[in-house]
């Protein structure tokens, strides 16, 4: 993918973001079928860095024990990326 097909699909894909930029979530990148390191290159090339938002905690409740065996944040690739105000320009 070039550049301007890449800053395409950013742009179609994303969102507004409470900071004034926007929000493109991997799960669209990956069902857009395109290639996802190109894409997550060109975001990290436009001053993108992925969400730091922390995921709502879960009540233990019956499988409380089962859910802390997952993979801790920092192994999970990240939901979503951010981009600055005025990237897509």
Not at 15 to 40: C, F, K, M, N, W
Not at 64 to 83: I, K, M, N, Q
Request: aromatic share 4%.
């Amino acid at each position: 993918m070039d550049d301007f097909e890449i800053h395409e699909l950013v742009t179609r894909l994303s969102r507004p973001h409470s900071s004034g930029g926007v929000v493109i979530e991997r799960a669209a990148i990956l069902a857009a079928g395109t290639d996802l390191p190109a894409v997550l290159d060109w975001i990290a090339a436009h001053a993108g860095a992925p969400d730091t938002t922390a995921p709502a905690s879960r009540a233990g409740g019956l499988h409380g024990s089962r859910l802390a065996d997952g993979p801790t944040a920092a192994e999970r690739s990240p939901l979503r990326y951010v981009l600055p105000a005025g990237a897509l320009r």
